[in-house]
């Protein structure tokens, strides 16, 4: 049995079966039968939001601001959110809007943590610059296991004969 039109999903189905027991078609109603898959989840309408994060889908639906950052970055941004003058010149209700409006992270430090950066200002300056990238190291010519071998024994040679 071959159908009128080609069906692109099942949102069209619903117009082909009506149409198919209007006219008494019954082979075309049960093929279209066939057709259909039993998992709702298969379903065109239940895959609108699948590459958008639930999260995002959520605070678009109720209109909420962006989620409130852990933890600001003074490398990032040197000049973070601080909304404690809202605090002492205005009151309580001005800083809760305030942090409502532009929250502030929860801890501000740079780009490590504290622990770390603690450690780290023990170090000599070598260590300091080479943590961040910024010492050129030397380079290391890698040998093969037989080339490191044959010069072993070499140099083991020079130095029985010294």
């Not at 958008?52 to 000049?79: I, N």
């Not at 490590?112 to 023990?122: C, I, K, P, V, Y």
Request: contains cysteine; proline residues 6%.
């Amino acid at each position: 049995m071959r159908t009128d039109v080609s069906l692109i999903n099942e949102l069209q189905l619903g117009g082909r079966l009506n149409q198919a027991v209007e006219s008494h078609r019954r082979g075309e109603f049960a093929l279209l039968l066939a057709l259909m898959s039993q998992d709702v989840r298969d379903w065109p309408q239940f895959h609108l939001h699948d590459n958008v994060a639930k999260d995002a889908v959520l605070r678009q639906q109720f209109d909420l601001p962006a989620p409130q950052p852990l933890v600001g970055d003074l490398s990032q941004e040197p000049l973070p959110v601080d909304n404690s003058y809202h605090f002492i010149s205005e009151g309580e209700r001005s800083f809760q809007l305030a942090q409502a409006l532009v929250p502030e992270p929860l801890v501000i430090r740079g780009k490590r943590d504290s622990g770390m950066q603690d450690a780290l200002d023990n170090c000599d300056w070598h260590t300091r610059l080479r943590t961040e990238g910024a010492l050129n190291q030397p380079k290391v010519a890698l040998m093969e296991f037989v080339d490191q071998l044959s010069e072993q024994r070499r140099l083991a040679g020079i130095y029985q004969t010294a």
